[in-house]
């Protein structure tokens, strides 16, 4: 199985910016990002396919950018412009046919956490 290891969390003022990696033990053929606020529900936040082609929640586009090395089997996440609403837990997960819905993945990370404070 595949494993996921998330990195680069940590506190930002609003109007900030961080870059989040995930390490993939394996290859697959899609890697997203997922959070989830305390009382909230999980939340996509966008996806890349092995085409470079990436999808993004309404919530973050234009702010946030996916990217992938595939060589590294590594997943990126460039936050940009951040917003204390944007405070959560951040999730990596892989899979094979996957978009955006959560039960479509096979691997999750443990997660890590993004604060942006006002």
């Known amino acids: 199985q595949v494993q996921l290891v998330e990195s680069g969390g940590g506190l930002v003022q609003g109007g900030g910016s961080l870059r989040l990696s995930c390490a993939a033990s394996g290859r697959t053929f899609a890697m997203s990002w997922f959070r989830q606020a305390p009382g909230k529900e999980r939340e996509f936040v966008a996806v890349i396919w092995t085409g470079g082609k990436p999808y993004y929640g309404d919530s973050v586009n234009g702010r946030f950018t996916i990217s992938r090395d595939n060589t590294k089997n590594t997943a990126y996440l460039q936050m940009n412009s951040l917003k204390p609403e944007d405070t959560a837990a951040y999730y990596c997960?892989?899979?094979?046919?996957?978009?955006?819905?959560?039960?479509?993945?096979?691997?999750w990370g443990r997660g890590t956490q993004v604060t942006v404070s006002s």
């Open positions: 997960a892989a899979g094979w046919i996957a978009g955006d819905r959560a039960n479509e993945y096979d691997y």
